[in-house]
C-alpha cells in the first residue's frame, strides 16, 4: 500500500509538471529606476529588426516596477524604453531579470542581474561604452581590441542569444562585427553555424545563416591589368597529370577562356570554385573553357583539390617563383580575366557575376 500511494503522489507530480508547461509558462523583468518615479516605462521586442511595445509598465513610488510576459519557446532579446533612452536584456526561458537603473543614466549606468546572460550583456555593454569613452566621435568604429574581447566572450557559448546580440550590436549606425569584413564574417559564421546545429527552429537560425551566406560572396581585388597591349601572355604550366598545358593554345582551342589565380587554400576557394563549376556547367559545351592557376604553397593539397575539378588546373610551385603573377600585374590573389580570340577582354571583379560577365562574350 505503502508503494502505491508513492506511486500515486510520483503521478500527480508529473501531471502537475505537464499541467504546469501547459500553463503558458512566463519570464519577469523587475527592478528599480531610481529619479523615474511616477513615470511609464515601455518593454518592447522586436521582429525581423523593427522594434514594437509589448506593453507599458507604470514606476511606482519609489521607481519599482515588475513585467510578467508569456514565454516565447526560445531565446529572445527584449529592451526597456524611458523617454528616448533604451536598456537592452536577454531572456533564455521562464526567468527572471532585474534591472537597476537611474533615470538620467538609464542607457548606460545600469546593472543586470539574475541569469548569467544578463551579466554576459551587461559585460558587452560596458565594454562598448568603455571604448566609446576612450575614444569619443561621430566617426567612431570598434577597434580590434574591443572586437577580440567580444570575440571571447562570444566563442564561450556561439549559440547564446548574447553572441546573437553581439553580433547585431550597432554603434550610431555602424556594427561592430561588420559582415562586408572578411575576419568579422568569419566571427559571424561561427555563430550562424553554432545556431544552426544547436537551435535548428529558433528563428534567428535562418537570418543568421542568411546573413552569413550573402555576405559570403567572392568580391575579387578591383585592381587592373596595366599594359599597353591586350593580347594575353602565354603560360606553360604542368597539370595534375605531369602534362603542359599552355594557355595560348587552351585559348586558340575555345572561344572563351576564363583565366583563373587562385590559391586552394585560401578561404576564399570553395566559394569562388562553386561559382566557376556553375559557369563551367553551363556553358562548356558552348564554347567556354577555364584556366586555372594554383599557387598554393603545399602541392599534395592542390592535386586533392585539382582532381575533382572537370576544367584545366595548371601549378605554379614556389619554386616557379613569381614571373606569371607580374606577367599579368597581379598583387593579390584571386584574379580573373576573360580571354577571347587570343585577347583580355575583361577583368571580373566580382564572382557573383561572373556568369553575367563572360555570358556576353560566348
Known amino acids: 500500500m505503502k508503494r502505491l500511494t508513492h506511486y500515486i503522489i510520483a503521478a500527480l507530480a508529473v501531471t502537475g509538471l505537464l499541467t504546469g508547461c501547459k500553463s503558458e509558462p512566463k519570464w519577469h523583468v523587475d527592478g528599480r529606476i531610481e529619479g523615474a518615479e511616477g513615470q511609464t516605462m515601455y518593454v518592447e521586442a522586436s521582429e525581423n529588426g523593427q522594434w514594437y511595445i509589448l506593453d507599458s509598465v507604470a514606476l511606482g513610488n519609489s521607481g519599482n516596477f515588475s513585467f510578467t510576459?508569456?514565454?516565447?519557446?526560445?531565446?529572445?532579446?527584449?529592451?526597456?524604453?524611458?523617454?528616448?533612452?533604451?536598456?537592452?536584456?536577454?531572456?533564455?526561458?521562464?526567468?527572471?531579470?532585474?534591472?537597476v537603473s537611474k533615470a538620467a543614466a538609464f542607457d548606460h549606468d545600469y546593472t543586470l542581474a539574475g541569469t548569467e546572460a544578463a551579466e554576459q550583456l551587461m559585460n558587452v555593454d560596458r565594454k562598448?561604452?568603455?571604448?566609446?569613452?576612450?575614444?569619443?566621435?561621430?566617426?567612431?568604429?570598434?577597434?580590434?581590441?574591443?572586437?577580440?574581447?567580444?570575440?571571447?566572450?562570444?566563442?564561450?557559448?556561439?549559440?547564446?542569444?548574447?553572441?546573437?546580440?553581439?553580433?547585431?550590436?550597432?554603434?550610431?549606425?555602424?556594427?561592430?562585427?561588420n559582415p562586408n569584413d572578411r575576419n568579422d564574417l568569419k566571427v559571424i559564421g561561427a555563430v550562424a553555424n553554432a545556431f544552426n546545429n544547436y537551435r535548428p527552429a529558433d528563428p534567428r537560425t535562418k537570418y543568421l545563416r542568411n546573413l552569413f551566406l550573402t555576405n559570403k560572396r567572392v568580391t575579387l581585388p578591383a585592381d587592373t591589368i596595366i599594359a599597353k597591349e591586350t593580347t594575353i601572355i602565354d603560360v606553360n604550366l604542368y597539370d595534375r597529370k605531369g602534362v603542359k598545358q599552355s594557355l595560348e593554345q587552351i585559348a586558340g582551342k575555345n572561344r572563351v577562356v576564363v583565366l583563373s589565380f587562385t590559391a586552394y587554400s585560401s578561404d576564399y576557394s570553395p566559394a569562388l570554385n562553386i561559382e566557376l563549376n556553375k559557369l563551367y556547367t553551363k556553358h562548356h559545351d558552348n564554347g567556354l573553357e577555364i584556366y586555372q592557376i594554383g599557387f598554393d604553397d603545399n602541392e599534395y593539397n592542390w592535386r586533392e583539390t585539382a582532381s575533382n575539378l572537370p576544367w584545366v588546373c595548371v601549378y605554379n610551385a614556389p619554386t616557379d617563383g613569381p614571373q606569371v603573377l607580374n606577367s599579368y600585374n597581379i598583387g593579390a590573389l584571386p584574379a580573373m580575366f576573360v580571354i577571347r580570340d587570343g585577347e583580355i577582354r575583361e577583368r571580373l571583379t566580382d564572382a557573383t557575376r561572373i556568369e553575367q560577365s563572360v555570358a556576353k562574350y560566348l
Open 69 to 99: 510576459q508569456d514565454a516565447c519557446g526560445y531565446p529572445d532579446i527584449y529592451r526597456l524604453r524611458l523617454d528616448d533612452k533604451t536598456l537592452y536584456f536577454p531572456i533564455d526561458s521562464i526567468e527572471t531579470v532585474t534591472v
Open 128 to 177: 562598448v561604452l568603455g571604448a566609446l569613452t576612450s575614444k569619443p566621435g561621430k566617426d567612431w568604429k570598434p577597434d580590434s581590441a574591443l572586437k577580440r574581447e567580444l570575440s571571447l566572450i562570444l566563442l564561450e557559448n556561439p549559440a547564446g542569444i548574447v553572441s546573437y546580440y553581439i553580433i547585431n550590436k550597432k554603434i550610431g549606425g555602424v556594427p561592430l562585427f
